[in-house]
């Protein structure tokens, strides 16, 4: 079991930034692979990011450049980097942990573990 519990979400203009975080505890942190998904009113669960136990780092197109995936194995938890946020990033973001690896990143019904969402509103 892994309980994960993310901070850092809120309000901020478009072009600026804000640092998500996720915290884990329970079992081995390293053998997860973390991902961030969001999910905006009205629409699907996005993939955002992913990184392995190994640091591999995956972005969706829509927000390369602009943010960036970490982890911290000693303090088990994983951070989301969000640089020169734009309106169209608005949602709620979720990290979630994976034991299934690289193949399966993108597609949020393969991940074993979800917190519970931090909300990220960005003005125009």
């Known amino acids: 079991q892994v309980q994960l519990v993310e901070s850092g979400g809120g309000l901020v203009q478009a072009g600026g930034s804000l640092r998500l975080s996720c915290a884990a505890s329970?079992?081995?942190?390293?053998?997860?692979?973390m991902g961030w998904f969001r999910q905006a009113p009205g629409k699907e669960r996005e993939f955002v990011a992913a990184?392995?136990?190994?640091?591999?780092?995956y972005y969706v197109d829509s927000v390369k450049g602009r943010f960036t995936i970490s982890r911290d194995n000693a303090k088990n938890t994983v951070y989301l980097q969000m640089n020169s946020l734009k309106p169209e990033d608005t949602a709620v973001y979720s990290c979630?942990?994976?034991?299934?690896?690289?193949?399966?990143?993108?597609?949020?019904?393969?991940?074993?573990?979800w917190g519970q969402g931090t909300q990220v509103t960005v003005s125009s």
């Open positions: 979630a942990a994976n034991r299934k690896g690289v193949a399966t990143m993108r597609r949020f019904v393969e991940y074993d573990y």
């Open positions: 329970g079992r081995r942190f390293s053998d997860y692979l």
């Open positions: 990184i392995s136990w190994s640091g591999g780092r």
